[in-house]
């Protein structure tokens, strides 16, 4: 009787450890589904992105009779550069339009040969834009004269800026703006911050476009730094 309810609980057991196993499996199967599915879905954006999309409106005509805007009223073409003339001729212009990254608006992109790294830069900090890409957090603007920082997280799993730490001096770095330039960086110094550190935010580049990028370290503890400049 005894060894009768021994095996049952034994087998319960192991029902129980059998059905864990399975079920942190799958959990891990699919977090790792979802994270390649992102990271694959980033590249393909970085691979594709051209800069802003440029809509041009031309054969506009301007001021003819009974639909000509006044003053007051709103003009569709007071955001759109270009041209334009008065009376009955027509007008020339073009307008900007920002691409957007699941929901996101974006700055430009990022790629980092060395650790894989391919994402749009986002352009405003949030907690959302946070988790779905790296973000611009203060600066001059990407491939502008200046300092421009860049953050991302560190998950310790490979996505984002996980991999900054395996990052070093001489490593290159692409960034391409809105215009859809790109430039080259090459990281030049390598250190930690606290978190409340912005001191080397602002410095002389002598005249050059420079990126920082940071990230946290792995046990959260400051933030690791990369300043690059451009070649």
Same mark, same amino acid.
């Given at each position: 009787?005894?060894?009768?309810?021994?095996?049952?609980?034994?087998?319960?057991?192991?029902?129980?450890?059998?059905?864990?196993?399975?079920?942190?499996?799958?959990?891990?199967?699919?977090?790792?589904?979802?994270? %390649? =599915?992102?990271?694959?879905?980033?590249?393909?954006?970085? #691979? !594709?992105?051209?800069? @802003? /999309?440029?809509?041009?409106? $031309?054969?506009?005509? %301007? =001021?003819?009779?009974?639909?000509?805007?006044?003053?007051? #009223? !709103?003009?569709?073409? @007071? /955001?759109?550069?270009?041209? $334009?003339?008065?009376?009955?001729?027509?007008?020339?212009?073009?307008?900007?339009?920002?691409?957007?990254?699941?929901?996101?608006?974006?700055?430009?992109?990022?790629?980092?040969?060395?650790?894989?790294?391919?994402?749009?830069?986002?352009?405003?900090?949030?907690?959302?834009?946070?988790?779905?890409?790296?973000?611009?957090?203060?600066?001059?603007?990407?491939?502008?004269?200046?300092?421009?920082?860049?953050?991302?997280?560190?998950?310790?799993?490979?996505?984002?800026?996980?991999?900054?730490?395996?990052?070093?001096?001489?490593?290159?770095?692409?960034?391409?703006?809105?215009?859809?330039?790109?430039?080259?960086?090459?990281?030049?110094?390598?250190?930690?911050?606290?978190?409340?550190?912005?001191?080397?935010?602002?410095?002389?580049?002598?005249?050059?476009?420079?990126?920082?990028?940071?990230?946290?370290?792995?046990?959260?503890?400051?933030?690791?730094?990369?300043?690059?400049?451009?070649?």
């Amino acid at each position: 009787m005894f060894e009768s309810k021994y095996n049952k609980l034994l087998t319960i057991i192991l029902v129980v450890v059998i059905v864990s196993i399975i079920g942190l499996l799958g959990f891990l199967g699919y977090n790792y589904f979802v994270e %390649s =599915n992102s990271t694959q879905e980033a590249a393909d954006f970085v #691979d !594709n992105y051209t800069g @802003d /999309e440029v809509a041009t409106d $031309s054969g506009i005509p %301007s =001021n003819q009779g009974t639909n000509s805007t006044s003053d007051n #009223d !709103n003009n569709p073409l @007071d /955001e759109i550069e270009g041209t $334009s003339s008065s009376g009955n001729s027509t007008s020339t212009a073009t307008s900007r339009v920002k691409k957007k990254y699941q929901g996101y608006t974006v700055a430009g992109t990022i790629k980092i040969p060395k650790t894989n790294v391919s994402y749009p830069i986002l352009e405003k900090l949030s907690n959302g834009s946070l988790e779905k890409s790296v973000v611009l957090l203060y600066g001059a603007g990407l491939n502008q004269v200046g300092n421009t920082v860049i953050i991302g997280h560190n998950y310790r799993n490979g996505q984002f800026f996980s991999n900054n730490k395996k990052l070093s001096s001489g490593d290159k770095i692409y960034i391409t703006d809105y215009e859809g330039k790109q430039k080259t960086y090459k990281i030049y110094k390598k250190f930690q911050a606290t978190p409340e550190d912005t001191s080397f935010y602002q410095r002389d580049t002598n005249g050059k476009a420079e990126i920082t990028l940071s990230t946290c370290t792995d046990d959260s503890s400051a933030r690791l730094i990369l300043l690059a400049r451009e070649e």
